[in-house]
Structures are given as structure tokens and as C-alpha cells.
């Protein structure tokens, strides 16, 4: 496969602030690349870097073949970019959205408007087309913004965390579009703080903590690499949780101590179990299940899930 962002060392700071601190990696042709981490990881500014928005302090970068100190203009003409913001001209309606935008890459009118028809029925906004993009509903504001991205039917699309703030129903909506693009061999960029968002759309990611690249691989391989099988999560009342906590030495091969709850890492839930209540241990709820990004995320950066 052709690798169509390549970054090497690269760094971004402002002034003293070091928000990406030399990180590697590369994007190929027609996968989901995803930068999973906590907000302020430096997820955006590398976002930014590779869209040539910004520029790099340090190391390279090639993004479409193009280097962006250079070439900038060209990078982002081959570009589709979901921002974090919903941007959109709100006095407009949603297809003089989508005209307007195609106008800025000397698109013709007459393809704007085959490709607004093909991305609003793909978006499932067509019975929409006139109305005034003012009292959508975030979900649809954020599917338009993705067809509004893909009006130059670009090389590579960029999405910064594209679900954040909208409903589950309106999430998973958004994550069938995506799916979608994905079938269609369209290569896709992809950060989120959400563990399930990056398990169930990106073929590899990288996990960013503290403006660095803390691991590498496919959803899979992460969960395999840094977490056993499976996961017994323990629910205490208030006053039990820490007098027991001394007694789980042993019973699992980590033990993770949240504020609202116990996570004991092993590879056989049902022995685990058996070993708390030969313990006569018996908390309030118990739950068995498999291990997940979260829990890849919680032992490489040690935090919750949202800072």
C-alpha cells in the first residue's frame, strides 16, 4: 500500500508549550488510521499539521506525496476536513451549503450539483435539501458536514473528533456513514477520545498521552498486547471498597482501583470470581466481560477516559 502521510519526529510547539513531542507514524492508502487520547494529548495539532494549517516546529512530514511548507494549497485542494466545530453557514440551506463549499475548488456548477444530490441522498439528508441548516439537529448538521467535506471527492478525509456531543442513536448514525466511506476505499483520519468510536471504525491506531505516541497497532492487537482476556468488575458500597482491597492481592493479574468501582485483570473471569467468594467477598454488583480499548487506555495513561 502507498503510505499517504509520513511523519517522522514530528514535533509542534507553542513557545514553551510542547503540544506533539517527536512522534512517528504513517497513514496508507484506504485504511482508518485513528489517534485515540485524552483531550489536550496533542491529537488536533497533529490533525492541523497534516491538513498544512499549521506548521511543523520539527522533523518531517509528507502528506499526498507533497511536503505542506511548500505545498500547502495543493494538500489542502486533495483534502476533506471534519472539524471539531459545526462551521456551517446556518443562514443558508443545506444544499447552498454544500454549493457554496464545491465554488472554493473551482468546481463547475453543474458537477457541484450531481455530487450535492449523490452526498445528500448518501448522507440521508435529501428529503432536507431546502431546509435552513439552522434548526437541524446536531446528528444531521454533523452527517452534512461530512458530505460538505466530500464534495471534492478528496484523497484523504479528515475527521477531529466527528461524534463529540451528539446522542448514541446520532453516533451510530454517524459511524454507518463512516463505515460506509470505508467500504468505498476512501482513507480516512480519524481522533477521538472515544474507546468504542476507534474499536469499531479504525483498522490501526495510535494512543497519544502527553503530546507522544505511547502505542501502535489495530484495535485487537492493543487489547491483546496490554490487557489479559477478560475483565470482573466489582461494585462496593462506599464504606466496604477500601477495606477490601488488600484482599484481591493475587486473585487477578492487575487490579485497577476507580473511584465508583474495582477492575481485576484476568485471563478466566469465572476463576476469579470463584476465588472473591471463597474469600467471602461478595460485592453489590459484579460483571464479567472482555477486555477493551478502555482498559488499554487506563493502563497506558493511567486516567479516565476524559480529561
Sequence with gaps: MESLVEAKSLTKRFGEFTAVDGIDFTVEQGEAFGFLGPNGAGKTSTMRMIGATSPITEGSLRVLGMDPVGQGQQIRGRLG???QENNLDTELTVFENL???GRYFDLSGRVIRERAEELLEFVQLSDRRNDRVEPLSGGMKRRLIIAR??????DLLILDEPTTGLDPQARHALWDRLYRLKQRGVTLIITTHYMDE??????????????RIVAEGSPRELIERYSPREVVELRFAPDQQEAVIPQLDGLAQRVEVLPDRVLLYTDDADRTTLGLHELDIFPEALLERRSTLED???RLTGRTLVD
Excluded at 198 to 211: F, P, S, T
Design 81 to 83: 476536513v471534519v472539524p
Design 99 to 101: 454549493f457554496v463549499y
Design 149 to 154: 467535506a466530500l464534495i471534492n471527492e478528496p
Design 198 to 211: 476507534a474499536e469499531q471504525l479504525c483498522d490501526r491506531l495510535v494512543v497519544m498521552d502527553k503530546a
Design 296 to 298: 488499554v487506555f487506563l
